[in-house]
């Protein structure tokens, strides 16, 4: 890949996603949020410091470094690379903050207004460097860039959603029901957003890692009509909201289209999976089948959700935020950080000395043990959270922040190159999470 298609700041978004999820992970424990307890005001903010401080953040991230990728062309407006990243984490604690407030702390609920809208300027702005960069004739016919631009469409229609029940909860002229509207919400963040993108960013990334042929088939564009079609009646379901009308029939034909697309992709990623040249999938592969069994599980659960809602939809919702997207991403996470970090400070050396590979920057064993624990728990939890069990939920909530702290000392491992011997490393290490033009130093010594 060349290194002039790598944004400068997806590090940061990388480390900025890192410290909400243990956040939260942390909060989630010293609250004692657990089974049936979900909707109180401090486990709205952990649930949004996990949902949009960690994984939004983390795909927006990959999102900002893939898109070129895709288009094979650079980032358009690489300037609002930052600002973006600053209203998203801040409007996430805003937001975080705001939840709290309805909890009789009174200082705290101008945040509840101020979150949605430092939310939308930073979504707005990711949204215009995305569609610049990747809207062109050529790239429009691949079904994983549409993927991506669809993947926006659900993001709007996560924010709107929010925006819409931030408004009813503040009492202001703006009233929806809540009920009818958390679901519509829940599905479009956690499908027509980040399920979405992830499906759309995985198409690329799987074929890249497993040495696999690019070529669409019949399945990837199915699974693009299916989500279409799910948008499209997530969109209908706010029309719907917004006149005061039922969104059941809508919740079950989204079920009905979801079963069917995730149904397709996990067929079309197998039919990748055969077609690999690699002959032993690396530790992120490996784990990312995991991540892909948790999808199975969570679409599996989705249509009882939608009908029974309690239990079963906390753990549907469970196995879909932490054990689909979050196994996926933290297993791919490692293996990204690790090129990303050979790119920065090894492609400029090619020709002039010897350079590691890239997979002598990771500790495999150290990341597969810390990707058994996440799983093993996010499964653990899964199950408390249906059969109602606190304190197996607390004990597993455990095992995932002991598994998020090993991933997290094992990424910044890799980015102090710690994995290799000392002769191979260079003098100057490059920055932990700020772009390489913060630190002169290491910039000049790659170019020497
Ligand atoms: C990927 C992003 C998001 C996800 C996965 C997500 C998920 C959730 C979940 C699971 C709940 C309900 C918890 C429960 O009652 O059991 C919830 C409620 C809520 N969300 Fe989000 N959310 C996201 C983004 C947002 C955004 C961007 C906003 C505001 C702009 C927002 C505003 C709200 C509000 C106001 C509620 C409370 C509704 C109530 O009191 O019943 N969310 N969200």
């Known amino acids: 890949m060349p290194g002039k298609t790598l944004s400068p700041w997806t590090l940061s978004w990388f480390g900025s996603a890192m410290i909400a999820l243990v956040l939260a992970l942390v909060l989630a424990l010293a609250l004692d949020i657990g089974p049936g307890g979900f909707d109180r005001p401090e486990a709205l903010a952990v649930v ?8 939004a953040q983390v795909m927006l991230g990959a ?12 980032l358009a407006h690489a ?6 990243l600053l209203a998203v984490s801040c409007g996430t604690l805003a ?3 705001g939840f709290l407030g309805l909890n009789g702390l009174a200082t705290l609920r101008p945040f509840f207004l101020l979150g949605p809208a430092l939310l939308g300027a930073g979504f707005a702005m990711l949204t215009v460097m995305i569609l610049a960069t990747l809207v062109t004739r050529q790239t429009l016919r691949l079904a994983e860039v549409r993927m991506v631009m669809l993947a926006l469409v659900g993001l709007a229609g996560l924010w709107l959603s929010g925006v819409a029940m931030v408004l009813t909860l503040e009492g202001s002229g703006v009233v929806v029901d809540l009920s009818q509207a958390l679901p519509l919400h829940l599905l479009f963040g956690i499908g027509g957003f980040l399920t979405v993108a992830a499906f759309g960013v995985s198409y690329k990334l799987f074929a890249m890692f497993l040495i696999a042929p690019e070529g669409a088939s019949w399945q990837r564009h199915a699974v693009f009509a299916l989500a279409a079609l799910m948008a499209g009646l997530l969109l209908g379901g706010l029309a719907l909201l917004a006149a005061g009308g039922r969104v059941m029939p809508v919740l079950i034909g989204v079920s009905a289209v979801s079963v069917a697309g995730c149904g397709l992709y996990l067929h079309d990623v197998r039919r990748l999976w055969r077609a690999r040249r690699r002959p032993v999938p690396e530790v992120n592969m490996a784990w990312s089948r995991v991540a892909l069994g948790f999808l199975a599980l969570a679409v ?6 939608v009908l029974q809602g309690g239990a079963l939809a906390e753990a549907g919702v469970f196995a879909a935020l932490v054990g689909w997207l979050s196994t996926l991403t933290l297993s791919q996470m490692i293996r990204i950080t690790a090129f990303l970090t050979w790119i920065q400070v090894f492609a400029p050396l090619i020709g002039r000395r010897k350079v590691p590979l890239v997979q002598q920057l990771t500790q495999p064993r150290r990341a597969a043990w810390a990707l058994a624990l996440w799983s093993l728990s996010a499964g653990a939890a899964a199950l408390c959270l249906l059969a109602g069990a606190h304190v197996g939920f607390r004990l597993a909530l455990g095992g995932l922040l002991i598994a998020a702290l090993l991933i997290l000392s094992e990424l910044v491992a890799i980015r102090s190159l710690s994995h290799l011997p000392k002769s191979e490393r260079p003098a100057r290490l490059p920055p932990l999470i700020l772009p390489v033009f913060l630190k002169p130093s290491l ?5 020497r």
């Open 300 to 305: 599996l659960l989705m249509p009882l959700a």
């Open 95 to 97: 937001l975080a903050g």
């Open 48 to 55: 949004h410091l996990f949902a949009l401080g960690w994984l």
């Open 79 to 84: 300037r609002l690379a930052l600002p973006a």
């Open 63 to 74: 999102l900002v470094q893939f898109v070129p990728v895709l288009a094979a062309r650079p």
């Open 443 to 447: 910039q000049t010594e790659t170019q």
